[in-house]
């Protein structure tokens, strides 16, 4: 009996049957370059402007305030930078008649700015979401003036503050000679009229802050409420307002920053003038002016961003908190 032997080489037993799948390709050695060297330096270039930028122009130029507020330069070369240690704080905080009152229309700034636009940002927003007609466009009037400039504002209300053909004089009859009401020029009164127009703007900051805050809100909470027999203001009361801790929160620093950061309007009314005094006034006025005390107006703007410090860092330390524990 004859037992017949087929032998098969190697290039016949590699090729697949007919119909069969094709084996897989044995993966190529090391890893596959997922971006081109073009790609790397277009990320990099993307990547790296701003942030070189952003440290230039940030931190180097705060770092540098910081250290230019020990020292007493003109800004004519820097040879003339001489070191004098606190003396620039020392003659801030005892020899300079405008500081305290410049901090003291900055506490006033905040006060009337939480006093006064808050609570009706807050009550514009309870409004507004409750779905009414039209909610859009009224959202949009009163946000609009959050997005005008600061300059645009303080000019309109130039306007309307003009002694001879002002609204507020016409309206109360004090727009004839002899009867005029200057209520940018008078100290006793140009702080609270630019603090209108100052209002009149953070409303419609504090509204918007508020409204994304109700949005936030678990419809649950208002159903449970409204089956206990709450009315709407219990409701709120009891319900809604205490669930609006985190944008208090943020309402409360926004406000803080607001009233340092105050300077637009004012330089527009009056430059800052007797009446208006303000801590960025003060900075602006020594370190551009004609005086050009750089390491003075310094130590000023450390000063601001000490106080700005004392409100943010806990808000920041809290939230990182939050963060954690989520």
């Not at 540098?64 to 905080?93: C, R, Y």
């Not at 203001?233 to 944008?247: A, D, E, G, R, S």
Request: charged share 15%; proline share 6%.
């Amino acid at each position: 009996m004859t037992t017949d032997t087929t032998t098969k080489s190697p290039e016949a037993a590699s090729v697949p049957p007919p119909g069969a799948a094709p084996a897989p390709k044995r993966a190529a050695r090391g890893h596959r370059r997922l971006l081109t060297r073009r790609d790397r330096f277009t990320l990099a270039l993307m990547a790296g402007v701003p942030t070189v930028l952003h440290v230039a122009l940030v931190w180097v130029t705060a770092l540098a305030s910081i250290a230019l507020a020990f020292t007493t330069w003109d800004g004519i070369g820097f040879d003339s930078i001489k070191w004098v240690g606190l003396e620039n704080f020392k003659q801030l905080f005892n020899d300079n008649p405008q500081f305290w009152p410049a901090v003291q229309h900055n506490v006033i700034w905040f006060v009337v700015l939480i006093l006064i636009p808050t609570p009706l940002g807050l009550f514009l927003a309870v409004q507004l979401d409750k779905n009414i007609r039209f909610s859009r466009v009224y959202q949009t009037a009163f946000f609009l003036p959050v997005v005008i400039s600061m300059a645009c504002i303080g000019f309109v209300w130039q306007l309307v503050y003009n002694p001879d053909t002002g609204l507020i004089n016409s309206i109360v009859g004090a727009n004839k000679p002899g009867h005029y009401i200057d209520w940018i020029g008078d100290p006793d009164l140009n702080l609270w009229a630019v603090l209108v127009a100052a209002s009149w703007r953070h409303t419609g900051y504090m509204m918007i802050l508020y409204l994304a805050g109700l949005k936030g809100v678990d419809p649950s909470l208002r159903e449970a409420s409204a089956l206990d027999g709450a009315n709407e203001w219990q409701t709120f009361k009891n319900v809604i307002f205490p669930t609006l801790h985190p944008t208090n929160t943020v309402v409360l620093v926004v406000t803080v920053i607001e009233a340092l950061r105050a300077f637009d309007l004012v330089f527009v009314f009056n430059k800052g003038a007797q009446g208006t005094e303000l801590l960025s006034i003060l900075v602006t006025n020594n370190i551009i002016g004609e005086s050009s005390r750089i390491g003075y107006g310094s130590a000023i703007a450390v000063v601001l961003l000490v106080i700005s410090l004392v409100v943010i860092v806990p808000y920041l330390v809290a939230t990182f908190r939050k963060e954690r524990r989520s």
